[in-house]
T-cell receptor, first 115, second 118 residues
C-alpha cells in the first residue's frame, strides 16, 4: 500500500474559524511533510516531521500549526487564516529524511478556500 | 544549493508523437533527481527517480529519463504520447546537505504542462 490519504478533500473557512487538515499513511514511513501549492506553481515545503519530531519549519506563519500525534498521522491546525492562504495543501511521506535518495509519496491534497 | 530548471512551461504534442520534457539541474554534489506528474486537482505521483545506480531510468506509464552529467540534464521522454498523459510534470532535486543527508527538502522546478492533441 503506497497510499497517503488526506481529509477533507475541500474546505471553505472564514478568517476567524479554526479548522484542521488530516493526513494518514500506513507505509511505515518515518518522515511526513506539509506542502502548500498555489495555482500554476510548484509545491512549497512548509514543515517536515522526522520520527514524530518537527525537523524543518520553513518560516511558516504561526497561524499554521502542525502536529504529529504518531508515526502514521499528521495534522495541520489552521487559525485566523488570510484569503491569500487559499491553496492546495499537500501531505507527503517518505521512509526517512537522512538519505537524499528517498522519494516522497504525496496525498491527493486538501483544497482550502479562505473567505 | 541544488536547483532545477524546466525549459518550457507548456509543451503540446499530438497523440502518438514523442514526448520530451526538459530539466536541467544545478548541484555542487551528486544529485538525486525525480520526476513527478500531477493531474488536475490531484496530488503528485512519482514517475521515476535517479539515484546514481543507472543513468537511464525507466518509470511508470512508459516514461523514462536519462541522466547526463556533462549536460547537467535529466530530460523526461516517452516514445508515444497518449491522451491520458496530459498533466503537469515537475522535475525535482533533493536538497543535499554536507555529508550527503537530505533532511527531506525537495526543490521543484516550475513545472511543464503537457497537452496532447488527438
Amino acid at each position: 500500500d503506497t497510499e497517503v490519504t488526506q481529509t477533507p478533500k475541500h474546505l471553505v473557512m472564514g478568517m476567524t474559524n479554526k479548522k484542521s487538515l488530516k493526513c494518514e499513511q500506513h507505509m511505515g514511513h518515518r518522515a511526513m511533510y506539509w506542502y502548500k501549492q498555489k495555482a500554476k506553481k510548484p509545491p512549497e515545503l512548509m514543515f517536515v516531521y522526522s520520527y514524530e519530531k518537527l525537523s524543518i519549519n520553513e518560516s511558516v506563519p504561526s497561524r499554521f500549526s502542525p502536529e504529529c500525534p504518531n508515526s502514521s498521522l499528521l495534522n495541520l491546525h489552521l487559525h485566523a487564516l488570510q484569503p491569500e492562504d487559499s491553496a492546495l495543501y499537500l501531505c507527503a511521506s517518505s521512509p526517512g529524511v537522512t538519505l537524499s535518495s528517498y522519494e516522497q509519496y504525496f496525498g491527493p491534497g486538501t483544497r482550502l478556500t479562505v473567505t | 544549493a541544488q536547483s532545477v530548471t524546466q525549459l518550457g512551461s507548456h509543451v503540446s504534442v499530438s497523440e502518438g508523437a514523442l514526448v520530451l520534457l526538459r530539466c536541467n539541474y544545478s548541484s555542487s554534489v551528486p544529485p538525486y533527481l525525480f520526476w513527478y506528474v500531477q493531474y488536475p486537482n490531484q496530488g503528485l505521483q512519482l514517475l521515476l527517480k535517479y539515484t546514481s545506480a543507472a543513468t537511464l531510468v525507466k518509470g511508470i506509464n512508459g516514461f523514462e529519463a536519462e541522466f547526463k552529467k556533462s549536460e547537467t540534464s535529466f530530460h523526461l521522454t516517452k516514445p508515444s504520447a497518449h491522451m491520458r498523459d496530459a498533466a503537469e510534470y515537475f522535475c525535482a532535486v533533493t536538497h543535499t546537505l554536507a555529508g550527503g543527508t537530505s533532511y527531506g527538502k525537495l526543490t521543484f522546478g516550475q513545472g511543464t504542462i503537457l497537452t496532447v492533441h488527438p
